[in-house]
């Protein structure tokens, strides 16, 4: 498949290979679908994925680089994925945390390492925020947060602006343009499928060409609005926050359509250690896999506090 705005062939993502495990929650209020990668008797790491709404599919295969050492926990956050719910039914941002909470009992995880990616992370504050001031819920024993949402309504109205003008930009008009002439649509609807995903998530990336290594994934629109909403009309994760007392990483793509400010105004709060990447947008694991796996790496060696589970 040709990349985006530029001749030649680039490599579509690797397959994604099949989970060592995996099934459907039973103690959560609906069932969630999981699956695990790694080996089984390494320390446990709880991904995140992002959205609302979304799957954990697009994590993959890429982070799969962390199933070399830990067992990966994956699941479906309630809505997206394989994680079907009724089409009335309102999620909110209480909801994710709730869910959490039961799929960290179900697999009797006393004291999770999370790594939670974009909205991910947000959700792993939220729910380190819930554990803090509430007793019984699982404490997080550290946390990774890979280039996570929005943390004040302030930074989410600026990344909209942001997403919006690269949106509108000369390069990603000029890609959309090149693919209406293209005669792809009918000569080839899967390729054409493709590049119109990679064209949807193209502002994402520092290099829009890039977005063809990322998984191709869908939104649940209504889940994701819904979501949103029950932060509030100006939310302010933010000042919530203090040192959780568990080891924390935040990283950042320094051109991340999300303000770069937003991550570190929340590593101050948090105490916690923060890597920016250059050349880097919302996407690092595809755009500058090396260089986060080398920060995630140093970070869960340096605060192995291995939990048996």
Same mark, same amino acid.
């Given at each position: 498949?040709?990349?985006?705005? /530029?001749? &030649?062939? %680039?490599?579509?993502?690797?397959?994604?290979?099949?989970?060592?495990?995996?099934?459907?929650?039973?103690?959560?209020?609906?069932?969630?679908?999981?699956?695990?990668? #790694?080996?089984?008797?390494?320390?446990?790491?709880?991904?995140? =994925?992002? #959205?609302? &709404?979304?799957? =954990?599919?697009?994590?993959?295969?890429?982070?799969?680089?962390?199933?070399?050492?830990?067992?990966?926990?994956?699941?479906?956050?309630?809505?997206?994925?394989? %994680?079907?719910?009724?089409?009335?039914?309102?999620?909110?941002?209480?909801?994710?945390?709730?869910?959490?909470?039961?799929?960290?009992?179900?697999? %009797?995880?006393?004291?999770? /390492?999370?790594?939670?990616?974009?909205?991910?992370?947000?959700?792993?504050?939220?729910?380190?925020?819930?554990?803090?001031?509430?007793?019984?819920?699982?404490?997080?024993?550290?946390? !990774?947060?890979?280039?996570?949402?929005?943390?004040?309504?302030?930074?989410?109205?600026?990344?909209?602006?942001?997403?919006?003008?690269?949106?509108?930009?000369?390069?990603?008009?000029?890609?959309?343009?090149?693919? !209406?002439?293209?005669?792809?649509?009918? %000569?080839?609807?899967?390729?054409?499928?493709?590049?119109?995903?990679?064209?949807?998530?193209?502002?994402?990336?520092?290099?829009?060409?890039?977005?063809? &290594?990322?998984?191709?994934?869908?939104? /649940? #629109?209504?889940?994701?609005?819904?979501?949103?909403?029950?932060?509030?009309?100006?939310? +302010?994760?933010? !000042?919530?926050?203090?040192?959780?007392?568990?080891?924390?990483?935040?990283? =950042?793509?320094?051109?991340?359509?999300?303000?770069?400010?937003?991550?570190?105004?929340?590593?101050?709060?948090?105490?916690?250690?923060?890597?920016?990447? +250059?050349?880097? #947008?919302?996407?690092?694991?595809?755009?500058?896999?090396?260089?986060?796996?080398?920060?995630? +790496?140093?970070?869960?060696?340096?605060? +192995?506090?291995?939990?048996?589970?």
């Amino acid at each position: 498949m040709s990349r985006l705005g /530029s001749a &030649g062939v %680039s490599a579509s993502p690797e397959p994604i290979p099949p989970p060592k495990a995996s099934g459907f929650t039973t103690t959560t209020a609906v069932p969630l679908y999981w699956c695990s990668y #790694g080996p089984e008797n390494a320390e446990r790491l709880l991904v995140l =994925h992002g #959205g609302p &709404g979304a799957h =954990h599919d697009y994590l993959l295969p890429q982070m799969l680089h962390l199933a070399e050492h830990y067992e990966l926990i994956f699941y479906d956050q309630r809505g997206g994925g394989r %994680s079907r719910v009724d089409g009335s039914e309102r999620i909110t941002w209480e909801t994710n945390v709730a869910d959490l909470a039961s799929v960290l009992r179900e697999f %009797s995880i006393a004291n999770p /390492s999370i790594v939670g990616y974009s909205w991910g992370g947000m959700l792993a504050i939220l729910y380190t925020l819930q554990s803090m001031g509430e007793s019984g819920l699982p404490v997080p024993a550290r946390l !990774a947060l890979i280039d996570p949402a929005p943390l004040t309504k302030h930074y989410r109205r600026e990344f909209e602006q942001e997403f919006a003008r690269r949106e509108n930009g000369l390069e990603i008009r000029k890609m959309r343009e090149t693919l !209406a002439e293209s005669g792809l649509r009918q %000569s080839d609807p899967d390729a054409y499928r493709q590049r119109t995903f990679e064209l949807a998530v193209a502002a994402y990336f520092a290099d829009p060409a890039r977005a063809s &290594g990322l998984t191709p994934f869908r939104v /649940s #629109g209504r889940v994701q609005q819904s979501v949103w909403e029950s932060l509030g009309p100006e939310y +302010d994760v933010l !000042a919530q926050l203090s040192p959780p007392g568990c080891p924390t990483l935040f990283v =950042h793509g320094r051109e991340d359509p999300i303000p770069m400010a937003s991550s570190q105004a929340g590593a101050r709060a948090m105490n916690a250690e923060l890597v920016l990447l +250059d050349d880097c #947008g919302h996407v690092p694991y595809v755009e500058q896999s090396g260089r986060l796996f080398a920060a995630l +790496d140093e970070f869960l060696t340096g605060s +192995d506090s291995r939990t048996r589970d």
